[in-house]
């Protein structure tokens, strides 16, 4: 069965650009989750998707910051304009999500290591 | 929202020791996963245990929710076990996964 991917691997940019990261979850998975982990530091959530709605983006920072999941399935989380402070591995996970589950487990994809400059 | 503590934050260790890495949260959980994360920075999953115990191979865990921590066994430690290991934890049916610091483990040949 296929992991979590994502893409790129690597990104280097300069402070006030913009920056797209992607992600494919695993198949069937209906929750999507984007972390931000800064260096030293545990993976921090960014945003919950429940198939293609928002169930928590409390920690986004949406003046710079944006995500979405249009069909349910893939999601995009970028950045724009970025700071040096934004500089961090973005990971992305799934997990089967249903509420009727109470016990799911998340699987998380190699992350997006970003460098702002 | 809920606290993980995870100790000790370092471990160095000559292969073949045991060892054991603990995770204290703050509130009641039922989902609850150990994670070791490889130099690559890939989060590899271990163990998804919001109680009781399991074992695979030289790893093994065991929560104990009514008393709010979790402990991850390590026997035999080898090089490749070298790496962070993250405790994350979750209440309800939307699972959110939250991070503890996580116990960055050195294993010296």
């Known amino acids: 069965e296929a992991g979590v991917a994502q893409s790129p691997r690597y990104k280097i940019i300069e402070k006030r650009q913009s920056v797209a990261f992607w992600c494919n979850p695993i198949s069937g998975h209906a929750t999507l989750y984007w972390y931000q982990q800064i260096l030293g530091q545990g993976p921090k959530l960014l945003i919950q998707f429940q198939n293609n709605g928002v169930v928590d983006d409390s920690q986004l920072p949406k003046d710079r910051f944006s995500a979405e999941r249009l069909k349910g399935v893939d999601s995009t989380l970028k950045i724009q304009p970025a700071k040096l402070e934004d500089s961090a591995v973005y990971l992305c996970?799934?997990?089967?999500?249903?509420?009727?589950?109470?016990?799911?487990?998340?699987?998380f994809g190699q992350g997006t290591r970003l460098t702002v400059v | 929202g809920i606290q993980v503590e995870q100790s000790p934050p370092d471990l160095i260790l000559q292969e073949g020791a045991n060892s054991t890495l603990r995770c204290n949260f703050s509130d009641s959980v039922n989902n609850l996963q150990w994670f070791h994360q490889n130099p690559w920075g890939q989060l590899i999953n271990l163990f998804y245990i919001p109680s009781g115990t399991k074992q695979n191979g030289r790893l093994s865990a065991t929560t104990v929710a009514t008393e709010r921590y979790s402990l991850l066994y390590i026997s035999s430690s080898q090089t490749t076990d070298s790496g962070v290991y993250f405790c994350?934890?979750?209440?309800?049916?939307?699972?959110?996964?939250?991070f503890g610091r996580g116990t960055s483990l050195i294993v010296h040949p």
């Open positions: 994350a934890v979750g209440l309800g049916g939307s699972y959110i996964p939250t």
């Open positions: 996970a799934s997990s089967l999500g249903y509420r009727r589950v109470m016990n799911t487990e998340a699987f």
